[in-house]
């Protein structure tokens, strides 16, 4: 049975983050990138942000670019789909966005990504790393010159640090595959399900504008709050800084 | 300078968690519980749920508590602090639980785990092994006895399908530690901090029974709207089931 690609909010949601992003590029230099970092097994150095337009995969590494294809083709052929890990990065987001404890910037950005479908998991800064890290490492020692590190991802406490704000996400699998898979139909009895028609064989592919969006977003509504409660003074003096 | 410990929402949030749990525990045998599975570079096969309540790690492992209680020594005396990975399982929840764009469970979960303190990441079922999970590994196959694995950690599209919701947190280490640290006064100079005081060298360890708490209240507050908008008769038909 062939049916037609689940649509959801996603052209409303990068319509916004077009938006979002143009105001907070006009207002305080904010920039907000994304690229992947992984596709299924093969890890994607980090090379340059000029690549990642450069490619379908919004890999920042143009090396890798010909593996990707290729392993992508053989899944195609397979008729399997595969998971991919995004980074999305805010640059120069004003310190103080956010609250200790309502409001948090950290928590409305994990509620945005986990809200995406497909999205699996949601880091910030170290993330998981921060298990295995000691307080002596995982701090990021703070001198005149700026923060010598930045494990926190640019939030502490809830609250900005003035930091890139990095925010990792984990994509499961297309779920939409063509190999048969065991199910049961609304008698409880077994059937094969199997899906034809066009279907990405790795939605994290097009996940980086719809997280890029998603961030933009949040950033803007805690900028706009922070205006309604400290007044249009304080967002004058932010965009001076 | 010794500062008192932080206070923040943790009393009044494992209060109403007991609550939410019992609440669960009558109408529907929900069970909630918790465990710690790796702390630094110390990872907690699970063994038993019998043995979590027997060691103040929430260690499902009696074989491994000396060597925790060993690096914890070891870690107060350098003055240092340490990460965690904590598992928090919710078992026969009803399926149908969320909304595919707002108020997904899984974003729900994500904003709660995110905003308790120390949190740098969550996952979901399989979480980031999503990443170089295939389809045909991730997707979980549904037979007349039920799903064959729980790679979705209990949620699908936003909604509950029935299965454990299963939930991953990383801790970050402890911020407060007797290590002096560099940072800088309100003038901008260099300084040093070192706290003194009582501190745990690892908060990670105190996050069990909150992470329960708010993993109850997230799905007694689904349920709740569940009703709502359902009525009485939908709750009453599902607490039969």
């Known amino acids: ?54 490619n379908p995969f919004y ?40 609250e200790p404890i309502y ?13 995406l479908n497909a999205v699996k998991g949601v880091e910030i800064g170290a993330g998981f790393e921060s298990v295995s890290q ?16 930045n494990h926190a991802g640019g939030i502490l406490g809830g609250i900005s640090t003035g930091q890139n704000i990095e925010v990792s996400l984990a994509i499961k699998p297309t779920s939409s595959i063509r190999i048969k898979r065991p199910s049961i139909n609304q008698a409880g009895e077994p059937v094969e399900v199997q899906t034809l028609g066009r279907h990405d064989p790795c939605v994290g592919i097009r996940a980086t504008p ?19 409660q400290c007044g249009s003074d304080w967002l004058e003096t932010k965009e001076q800084e």
């Open 1 to 54: 049975e062939e049916r037609p690609p689940p649509r959801g909010l996603t052209a409303p949601t990068v319509a916004a983050g077009a938006i979002a992003k143009k105001w907070l590029a006009e207002h305080f230099g904010v920039k907000i990138r994304g690229y992947m970092s992984q596709l299924g097994p093969i890890v994607i150095p980090f090379q340059s942000w000029d690549e990642v337009e450069n």
């Open 59 to 98: 890999a920042p590494n143009a090396d890798v670019v010909p593996e990707l294809e290729a392993y992508m083709d053989a899944l195609r052929k397979d008729g399997d789909s595969i998971g991919a890990r995004i980074e999305v990065i805010a640059e120069n987001v004003p310190a103080g966005l956010g």
């Open 103 to 115: 409001a948090r910037i950290d928590a409305e950005i994990a509620y945005a990504m986990m809200g």
């Open 134 to 149: 000691r307080g002596s490492e995982h701090g990021d020692a703070l001198t005149p010159d700026g923060f010598e590190s």
């Open 210 to 228: 719809i997280a890029e969006s998603l961030l933009a977003i949040v950033i803007m509504d805690q900028l706009l709050r922070q205006r309604a």
